[in-house]
């Protein structure tokens, strides 16, 4: 008995994905504009959805696990993806590692190359040549920009007002320039916000496959395995009734990314299809999800609607 036409094209598509992987040597996976904050479940204008090089996490092995990273304090060496500030020559380079609290800020830094120098050169990665996230450590206040860079290859993210305590920023790109040319690489440092609260965590909400932002429920159904691939369902609705609305945001319907409880390694989920120009998705949107480890990553969607970015954030357990 045949199965179902939508069922064949996700099976065609995961398979399509599985030999990509393989062919890459599984060096393809890695990595919103403005997203959760802590007392806020969107902030202004930001990112969207899509996934290839940029977007993929950096140099992983078959197991998702990065070949040569050098993890942050207190992480067991090569099982946090995204949490170091060098990989293959590349480096981030912060301006400072202070930012004031309760106040927007420009946080400025470079990446350079094998050679030291400045990269000036990237490619396009889901329409933009950086994607820059922020997140406090215990998962809240996530944001994700979109920012710009000077001739000298400064650039320069405009971060909303963070709240005290310690922040990771992620910056996801493709050199265009360099032994890793059309590579994509995901660098982070920390920073510290001082002020009052700076050692209160919030706690992590439990897991659970359900959350509303802006009077739209999203459900996403699936069990992720560490380490292993498969699929993750997104449905949006509004008012009960399916969400078939939603507008193109960086090449597809939505943008998926997460985040590791305990140590902030970094996942981005890509989505199976991309947006065609002019098109209207929903309320059903099908993702690759391969998390390097078990335990609660704590997701962030974002996708648009009538011109407005939403972002909704809910915790999920990988086995």
């Not at 090089?53 to 092995?61: K, L, S, V, W």
């Not at 400025?108 to 933009?128: E, I």
């Amino acid at each position: 008995m045949s199965l179902p036409t939508r069922t064949r094209h996700r099976a065609l598509a995961l398979a399509a994905l599985s030999l990509t992987l393989a062919a890459c040597g599984s060096d393809a996976m890695s990595g919103m504009d403005h997203g959760v904050s802590p007392a806020a479940a969107t902030s202004p204008a930001g990112t969207a959805a899509g996934g290839h090089q940029g977007h993929r996490m950096p140099g992983a092995d078959a197991a998702g696990t990065p070949a040569s990273d050098a993890p942050a304090a207190g992480t067991p060496a090569g099982t946090a993806p995204g949490l170091s500030a060098e990989r293959n020559g590349y480096r981030l380079t912060g301006a400072t590692g202070t930012l004031t609290a309760g106040a927007p800020a420009e946080y400025r830094f470079a990446v350079t190359g094998p050679d030291g120098k400045p990269v000036t050169a990237f490619l396009t990665d889901q329409t933009k040549r950086m994607h820059f996230y922020a997140i406090r450590s215990d998962l809240t206040g996530f944001q994700h920009l979109h920012p710009e860079m000077a001739a000298d290859g400064t650039w320069t993210a405009p971060l909303a007002a963070l709240t005290a305590g310690t922040w990771r920023l992620y910056a996801s790109f493709v050199p265009d320039s360099g032994a890793g040319r059309g590579t994509g690489l995901v660098l982070s440092r920390t920073v510290t916000v001082p002020g009052e609260g700076a050692a209160a965590a919030a706690e992590l909400p439990a897991p659970t496959g359900t959350a509303t932002v802006d009077g739209y429920t999203v459900t996403v159904a699936g069990t992720p395995v560490a380490g292993k691939a498969g699929e993750l369902e997104v449905t949006v609705s509004k008012d009960g009734k399916p969400a078939t609305d939603l507008q193109p945001y960086l090449e597809t319907f939505a943008h998926l990314t997460a985040f590791h409880a305990g140590d902030q390694a970094f996942a981005h989920l890509h989505p199976e299809a991309k947006a065609e120009a002019g098109g209207a998705g929903g309320p059903t949107l099908a993702f690759h999800a391969e998390l390097p480890a078990a335990g609660d990553w704590r997701l962030f969607l974002q996708f648009q609607t009538g011109g407005q970015l939403h972002t909704v954030g809910l915790t999920l357990r990988a086995g």
